[in-house]
């Protein structure tokens, strides 16, 4: 138990439904992140809020909408996704400013998530 | 283009021996460096780090090497033990964390 609990673990849609992944840290963490996880390939940034702020976006499509209501929560709104969009998504936090040397993430479980 | 990268999709060692994973990088304004193990169906659990001004980082049965020069930092296990068995990810910081595609450990009995 990392302390980082994602919901749902598993996850199948439609490309034109609407769903969203939760996430809730009960570390007391200042700052929290959506990676994706697809096969064969790096761990990728999406998202990052510090302090309930969105600090990052990397160039992620708009159909994915993150939403970080309280240091404790991050949502990943997602609506008319693609096949490809299928893959793991994994939500982290930390406690360190971004930046700091000693910068550790916790993650979740992850959503499984595919597409149709 | 991978920053970080894990040439070694796979790797099978025998119970006891020393397991080494590689890991090399491009990016010389990383100043931090992690090494996560990931079971499936798990998330990645932080292992062990190095800063750049070291060379070697211990704890316990893990050592991270960083030789800077070569852009390269290596994971040894030793003993290897059964419940090493799972994918480790290379992970590098300057500005944020950025990942390496994971090597699949597998110990032997």
Request: net charge neutral; aromatic share 10%; with cysteine.
């Amino acid at each position: 138990e990392t302390g980082v609990t994602q919901t749902p673990r598993h996850l199948v849609m439609g490309m034109t439904n609407k769903k969203s992944l939760k996430c809730e840290q009960h570390l007391g963490h200042n700052a929290m992140y959506w990676y994706k996880q697809s096969a064969k390939k790096p761990l990728e940034l999406m998202f990052v809020y510090s302090l309930e702020e969105r600090v990052e976006n990397n160039s992620v499509p708009s159909r994915f909408s993150p939403e970080c209501p309280n240091s404790s929560h991050l949502f990943l709104h997602l609506h008319t996704l693609q096949p490809e969009d299928s893959a793991l998504y994994l939500c982290a936090s930390s406690q360190a400013p971004l930046g700091a040397t000693n910068e550790k993430l916790f993650f979740g479980s992850g959503t499984q998530l595919s597409v149709l | 283009d991978q920053q970080v990268k894990q040439n070694s999709p796979s790797l099978s060692v025998q119970e006891g021996r020393i397991s080494i994973l590689n890991c090399d990088y491009t990016n010389s304004m990383f100043d931090y460096f992690l090494w996560y193990k990931k079971y499936p169906a798990e998330g990645p659990t932080f292992l062990i780090s190095i800063s750049s001004i070291k060379d070697k980082n211990e704890d316990g049965r893990f050592t991270v090497f960083l030789n800077k020069s070569a852009k390269h930092l290596s994971l040894h296990i030793v003993p290897s033990q059964p419940g090493d068995s799972a994918v480790y990810f290379c992970a590098a910081r300057d500005d944020k964390i950025i990942f390496g595609k994971g090597t699949r450990l597998h110990i032997l009995p």
